[in-house]
């Protein structure tokens, strides 16, 4: 090798070190980067869903199937009705036709009816307007285990001149038995809130598994109370019954008085005829003195 590239390549390698040596001093890895096995990246913390209070609603006793929201501020108008209709009435109320004989969730048809009518709706708004209206698609989800098709719908304020101060409602459906339903809408008069909506949730859990039984829940409330009632008749009748025993007993308790009072006039009536046989006596010796003394004169 000439002696020239045995310089051209000591300087070479002089130059790389000289580099290693400043990229060293400021701070930067020169080590190969090699993955390793053992790390892995954590997956992102999940948000806690908010939890609600079923507590809040309260059963208006004037207006049974009716509960209205328990809130500090008095603005807040919130309410919550249950009925049970027919599917044929429950479809009229929604502006839907009947869900069909062989719909698998018959609840969920007229909901998905419903939202439809709503997306006919939005494509004759003029371009450029706002939606003036918020529909949630509608799905099946269990509270207590039990099914429950619902929707919601969302009035911005000043939308609508039937709802100036805004509209926060939710259509819900419980199958009760075949051709029946239970019907439930919540309903805000005031902006969107999604708390008292959580709490409409909570009362779902707490009520669905009631209202899915529906008369059967009704029929074992009036037999428990029937029951209740035949113990409390029955526990009169056994006091009834010891208060009669007591009384036979404090009856053949008492002395007899009548035959204490027989002897007693036997013995009076004996006393009067001794003393008749007495004035007998008398009255015969009486007179045998009398015979004697006219025997006796000359």
């Known amino acids: 090798m000439p002696l020239r590239a045995i310089y051209a390549l000591g300087l070479l390698v002089i130059s790389l070190g000289v580099v290693f040596v400043l990229v060293g001093d400021a701070g930067v890895e020169t080590s190969v980067f090699t993955s390793d ?5 954590l ?21 049974p199937g009716t509960w209205t929201y328990v ?3 008095e603005t807040v108008q919130a309410t919550i009705t249950e009925q049970v209709l027919s599917l044929a ?18 609840t969920l048809d007229m909901l998905n009816q419903f939202y439809a009518q709503f997306e006919d709706a939005l494509t004759q708004l003029p371009a450029g307007q706002p939606v003036p209206f918020e529909l949630g698609e509608p799905v099946i989800r269990l509270f207590g285990s039990v099914p429950v098709a619902l929707s ?6 000043g939308a609508n001149p039937n709802f100036l101060s805004g509209l926060d409602t939710t259509f819900a459906m419980i199958e009760v038995t075949d051709g029946t339903v239970s019907f439930i809408q919540q309903q805000l008069l005031g902006p969107k809130n999604d708390d008292i909506y959580v709490d409409f949730e909570a009362w779902l859990t707490t009520n669905a598994p009631d209202l899915a039984a529906g008369d059967e829940a ?12 035949d113990t409390g008749d029955t526990g009169a009748d056994d006091a009834e019954a010891e208060d009669t025993s007591e009384d036979t ?11 204490t009072e027989e002897p007693a006039a036997d013995a009076d ?13 008398q009255t015969a010796d009486t007179d045998a003195g009398d015979t004697d003394a006219e025997s006796e004169e000359p």
């Open 37 to 41: 096995p053992t790390l892995t990246p």
């Open 43 to 63: 997956p992102p913390t999940p948000t806690p869903e908010p939890v609600g209070s079923s507590d809040k609603w309260t059963e208006d006793e004037a207006s």
């Open 71 to 73: 809130s500090d501020d």
């Open 89 to 106: 009435d429950a479809a009229t109320y929604l502006g839907v036709m009947p869900p069909s004989d062989d719909a698998a969730a018959p």
């Open 152 to 157: 919601r719908l969302v009035i911005e304020p």
């Open 218 to 229: 009704e029929s074992e409330d009036t037999e428990d109370a029937e029951d209740t009632g």
């Open 249 to 259: 007993s404090a009856e053949s308790e008492e002395p007899t008085e009548e035959p």
């Open 269 to 281: 009536t004996n006393a009067d005829e001794a003393d008749e046989a007495d004035e007998a006596d």
